[in-house]
């Protein structure tokens, strides 16, 4: 059974880099048939897609957030990253990453809540 599970600073001060990690168990990150990406809700809003890595290794961004996002992976630690620079209030919210498989996210962290706060 795979599972993800989120890590990092669950306050981070403004114009700082948020930085979290995604550890992936029970089945590799570079398998090709799987992508891995990073999703945030805002408090009273809904999923916003971040970005995502495919198991070959390619990356996408979201337009919205590209010019100060970053997704990494770590393969020997069954990793991948997430940084999202100069933030500001308005990136508080919960972060989770995710399984992408076909047209469906089917297995999920537990998301962390990150909060942009001097």
């Given at each position: 059974?795979?599972?993800?599970?989120?890590?990092?600073?669950?306050?981070?001060?403004?114009?700082?880099?948020?930085?979290?990690?995604?550890?992936?168990?029970?089945?590799?990150?570079?398998?090709?048939?799987y992508a891995w990406?990073?999703?945030?809700?805002?408090?009273?809003?809904?999923?916003?897609?971040?970005?995502?890595?495919?198991?070959?290794?390619?990356?996408?961004?979201?337009?919205?957030?590209?010019?100060?996002?970053s997704i990494s992976?770590?393969?020997?630690?069954?990793?991948?990253?997430?940084?999202?620079?100069?933030?500001?209030?308005?990136?508080?919210?919960?972060?989770?990453?995710?399984?992408?498989?076909?047209?469906?996210?089917?297995?999920?962290?537990?998301?962390?809540?990150?909060?942009?706060?001097?």
């Amino acid at each position: 059974q795979v599972q993800l599970q989120e890590s990092g600073p669950g306050l981070v001060k403004p114009s700082q880099t948020l930085s979290l990690t995604c550890t992936v168990s029970g089945g590799s990150i570079t398998t090709s048939y799987y992508a891995w990406t990073w999703i945030r809700q805002p408090p009273g809003k809904g999923l916003e897609w971040m970005g995502v890595i495919a198991g070959e290794g390619s990356i996408y961004y979201s337009p919205s957030l590209k010019s100060r996002t970053s997704i990494s992976r770590d393969t020997s630690k069954n990793q991948f990253a997430l940084q999202l620079s100069s933030v500001t209030p308005e990136d508080t919210a919960v972060y989770y990453c995710a399984r992408v498989n076909g047209l469906s996210y089917d297995r999920w962290g537990q998301g962390t809540q990150v909060t942009v706060s001097s």
